[in-house]
């Protein structure tokens, strides 16, 4: 055995927060390639106010992942306050009762948290953060406290800012950008006016423009309960301790009823049509198709995953190797099943070289579309997409944020924070003649057709202050 | 899967706060007692505890997975951090040579050959080299960097020795095969227009060439006629002049030692050869001082770049240079970023950093504004950078960044491809391995003074490399007026290539 060159020795690290003992790693003998598990051992329970809790202790090294799912997200918005989700979400950033003003990402800077941030989808809005173990309290204290006491110090002032904030994620992510834009015109040709999912999460200028004060409060009172939420603990503690501290911060909250959410109407799509637009920024004609499709997790999600790979891997998908390897008429294709809560969406997209002919591209896609409906993939197509799936969840459990999302993204789609075996299984169970079914079921609805071309040089938007 | 995600951003901070003292306990609470969703009476308790920031508990200990250094018989340098907790494996082999060394007339060559390489092998084309890896759910991939290239492989234990054979085949059996190149040549000639058009990709395409120089090897930008004129046989020559010796494999999961010899020294025998080391660049050559300006007719918000040439990784005041860097726009804490967006609501966010060649270093600060603000937000980065010459930071600011720099070590070594990363990093600056046993020492050994005298050495707020890619017609006259009040020199219009076009 060669001695390791890297002595780190038995280092003391003295801290102003405390002291980090760092200790020489020990080489175990060699470990054969076995088939270790990948499962994530969990508690679950439910506080006397609603508050679900998931706990999954690991102490192999000293962080801690803490991370709240609040089961509302921008499809549970109301007409004329599309983004409302996520511009909530930066309020919930901007300080509370016993933590004061805009102190949440110092506080968490001083005591080492990574990963701090919070995300707003379609279904749902998520807080979390990784702290070295020590310092948990502290990260509950924080989620606590946006939890119950957030409208203490809400002001106008606060928000004004954050609608400024929000307008300007939006101007970097979607109004300045290539094809920004053609997704807002998908999402209108899937969803009928006054749906959810039509205005995207982000929401239209317009409707942030107009938010207002009693809007954030009565958002938060409806939505943000203890018993619409999941806290999960995951990483580095005793599951004894963490039910202790879970009960300081969280169980002396009082109990509201769990809201419901409604689903909306979502009439088929009665006709394809195509919307055509120009695009300031792009220079590939973009062709972009989509479906209404099942919801995440329900019949025909994983056949529609499946197919989705199938068509536009990277390398060996079908599309991917006739248009980009082949004749080499596209960039880059992207085929997709995105499941929501309410409902999915199944996409196409290609772009198109500049000076390559849009028409032999569509060809070439209603074709492959065709095949995908009339015929079943190959026994080779179906494992090679099941291998890669089941690899892909063991790359996630190498972080441990990664794991305590893993456990919330089961329990808020499944109900069952451990669904991970049946997930792989339903995959492992399907079979091309099932995938084929679901293909001809959902390719050969009505649909939406977006074509964005690079807008001509002379086509110059109007620059208004504040922007579009 | 392309599910949208919004995040609030990593970036904010206001005036540090101490947070750990407890805050003024009538400071802002209005109980909302009484409030009734659903009809019933509720109460938030109003509980002492809630008042302070808790005290942390006993730190635990770090196990530091450790990282073995040895050779192989081929003389072949590897690290390896040995981990049994997942059934993973990570490795990259990395050459000391890179994209400096490509050719007048043929910039990105190195970029270009390293992507042929991956292409395939000699047996397996293109399409059959993509389902075996796909057929084995492993992922074989080569990079380019200024001064490094690497090419790895990423697996289950359970597929490492057939990854291995499919790795190995491509790194000494690559295909290199005319009808890929073509193709690679032709996809990177579209994205050069795409980059050209969108506000962000051009930005990051004139950067380099505003700061480090257009003739500089570290900031030549790349145009068609550099595609069109790389060869199979320069992607050939390049591929032949990667040898092991001064290489380095970089090894992280489920493998120990033995393993690695048996399974990677076995098939690396017969690979001879050197890579050449190539000599540092001269000093960079930025271009004269001015707002460097590229216009995008229509953008709704303008990037902005602001910096200089700034010291090496290896500077002896590294650790006071990463403590400006943060408290000015290291986080959403920093200045940058409570300024623009906290404060003024002008952008997302904004940030500060000094990044590092291998025999160079940059400082920059970028964001990207709305329109209107544009000259605005370009005067309250000014205004940032001279405080953190005029001014000292606060003890608050420097405790903060100091905690968090120390506090989130754990981070570092959360996964051995982290960890990994971690000292392919040191190795590539030429730092010893052990370079954080001592790290918080030299963390907590920073005085306010020290930063001080490090801002004034390595921060300038003369003559200074400014970047603006925005609307024209919309920024363009307030852009001038800041440039004459500010004296930032002339404001010089370039084109997407980086050549001048006129100066205002």
């Known amino acids: ?54 706990l999954h202790s690991d102490r192999s090294v000293p962080l801690v992942a803490v991370d709240v799912w609040y089961h509302v997200g921008s499809g549970d918005e109301e007409p004329g306050l599309s983004g409302f989700a996520h511009l909530f979400e930066h309020m919930m950033f901007q ?167 409604t689903a909306p109407e979502l009439p088929p799509i009665a006709k394809t049509q195509r919307t055509e637009l120009d695009d300031t920024f792009a220079k590939f004609t973009r062709l972009h198709f989509a479906w209404q499709s099942p919801a995440k ?22 599309l991917y190797k006739r248009l980009v390897l082949g004749s080499e008429a596209a960039q880059r294709v992207s085929v997709y099943q995105s499941g929501h809560g309410f409902s999915g969406e199944f996409h196409v997209v290609v772009d198109v070289k500049p000076g390559r002919d849009l028409a032999e591209v569509e060809a070439a896609v209603a074709e492959e579309l065709r095949r995908a409906a009339q015929q079943p993939i190959t026994d080779v197509e179906l494992r090679r997409v099941v291998n890669g799936i089941e690899s892909g969840l063991v790359w996630g459990l190498e972080e441990v944020l990664g794991r305590a999302e893993r456990l919330q993204f089961f329990n808020h789609y499944s109900g069952k924070p451990g669904y991970y075996e049946e997930y792989v299984q339903t995959f492992r169970d399907l079979t091309p003649e099932g995938i084929q079914t679901q293909a001809k079921a959902t390719l050969e609805a009505h649909r939406v057709e977006v074509v964005s071309r690079p807008a001509k040089a002379e086509t110059k938007s109007e620059t208004k202050p504040g922007g579009a | 899967m392309k599910k949208l995600l919004l995040s609030v951003g990593l970036l904010l901070a206001c005036t540090p706060s ?32 809630r008042y302070q920031q808790p005290q ?34 990570s490795m990259w082999l990395s050459f000391p040579t890179g994209s400096i060394t490509d050719p007048t007339g043929k910039r990105g060559r190195t970029s270009l050959c390293m992507s042929l390489m991956s292409q395939g092998t000699a047996k397996l084309d293109k399409i059959a080299f993509e389902e075996k890896q796909a057929d084995l759910a492993v992922n074989v991939w080569a990079s380019s960097g200024s001064e490094r290239v690497s090419t790895g492989v990423s697996s289950l234990a359970r597929t490492l020795e057939p990854a291995l054979d499919l790795w190995i085949e491509m790194l000494r059996e690559p295909g290199m095969r005319q009808d890929d190149l073509a193709r690679l040549v032709s996809a990177r000639k579209a994205s050069l227009g795409q980059n050209r058009a969108a506000p962000r990709n051009l930005a990051r395409r004139l950067w380099p060439s505003v700061v480090m120089g257009p003739e500089h090897p570290y900031g030549r930008l790349t145009t068609e006629r550099d595609y069109t004129s790389i060869s199979r046989k320069d992607c050939q020559k390049f591929a032949s002049g990667l040898g092991l010796e001064n290489a380095t494999l970089f090894v992280a999961g489920a493998m120990t030692k033995q393993q690695v010899v048996d399974s990677v020294g076995s098939r690396l025998t017969d690979w001879k050869g050197k890579t050449t080391v190539p000599d540092a660049p001269i000093a960079p050559t930025p271009r004269k001082a001015a707002i460097y300006f590229a216009d995008i007719p229509g953008a709704k918000q303008s990037q902005l770049y602001v910096g200089h040439p700034g010291p090496m990784r290896t500077a002896a005041d590294y650790e006071a240079n990463r403590l400006n860097a943060a408290i000015l726009g290291g986080s959403f804490s920093g200045r940058v970023n409570m300024n623009l967006r906290e404060d003024k609501g002008f952008a997302y966010g904004a940030r500060a950093r000094f990044s590092y060649y291998k025999h160079a270093g940059v400082f920059a600060m970028t964001s990207s504004v709305r329109g209107d603000a544009t000259a605005a937000a370009l005067g309250e980065l000014l205004s940032e950078l001279r405080r953190m010459r005029s001014e000292p930071v606060s003890t608050e600011e420097l405790a903060r960044e100091q905690d968090a720099a120390i506090a989130s070590l754990p981070a570092l070594f959360d996964t051995s491809r982290q960890l990994l990363s971690t000292y392919a990093s040191l190795s590539f600056y030429g730092l010893p391995l052990d370079y954080y046993a001592g790290f918080v020492g030299r963390i907590s050994d920073q005085g306010v003074a020290d930063l001080r005298t490090a801002a004034r050495n390595n921060l300038k707020d003369t003559n200074l490399s400014i970047l603006v890619v925005g609307d024209g017609e919309a920024v363009l006259p307030s852009l001038q007026a800041l440039a004459k009040e500010e004296s930032l020199g002339p404001v010089v219009v370039l084109d997407p290539d980086g050549r001048v076009v006129k100066s205002l």
């Open chain 1, 95 to 261: 300080g509370a009762k016993h933590i004061g003003s805009d102190v949440h990402f110092d506080t968490l800077r001083k005591i080492g948290g990574t990963g701090v941030n919070g995300t707003t989808n379609k279904d749902r809005t998520n807080y979390y953060e990784v702290v070295p173990s020590h310092q948990i309290e502290t990260a509950l204290w924080l989620e606590s406290d946006r939890m119950g006491y957030l409208l203490d110090l809400l002001n106008q002032e606060a928000l004004d800012n954050q609608i400024d904030v929000v307008r300007n994620e939006r101007r970097q992510r979607y109004d300045n950008v290539p094809f920004g834009l053609e997704r807002f015109a998908v999402a209108a040709g899937l969803y009928p006016e006054g749906h959810p999912y039509r205005y995207l999460t982000i929401g239209k200028h317009e409707d942030l423009e107009t938010a207002k004060l009693e809007d954030v409060r009565a958002f938060f009172k409806q939505w943000y309960v203890p018993s619409n939420a999941t806290l999960v603990l995951a990483g580095d503690f005793e599951m004894k301790e963490g039910r202790a501290l879970v009960d300081k911060w969280f169980a002396t909250f009082p109990k509201f009823d769990k809201p419901g959410h």
């Open chain 1, 297 to 318: 997790l329900a019949k025909g999600d994983a056949e529609l995953t499946v197919l989705g790979r199938v068509l536009g891997s990277s390398g060996w998908g079908r």
């Open chain 1, 1 to 54: 055995m060669a001695m390791p060159r890297l002595r780190w020795g038995a280092v003391v690290f003295s801290v102003l927060l405390g002291s980090f003992m760092i200790n020489p790693g020990t080489v175990t003998a060699s470990a054969p390639a076995s088939e270790p598990s990948v499962d994530v051992p969990f508690e679950r329970y439910t506080l006397d106010n609603g508050l679900e809790v998931i």
């Open chain 2, 56 to 89: 942390p508990q006993q730190p635990r200990e770090l196990n530091v997975p450790p990282a073995e250094r040895f050779k192989l018989d081929s003389g072949l340098d590897v690290v390896l951090v040995s981990r049994t907790d997942l059934p993973t494996v």
């Open chain 2, 18 to 49: 101490s947070s750990t003292a407890p805050p003024d306990a009538g400071q802002g609470s209005i109980a909302i007692t009484g409030s009734k969703p659903a009809g019933s009476a509720v109460v938030w308790p109003d509980e002492q505890f």
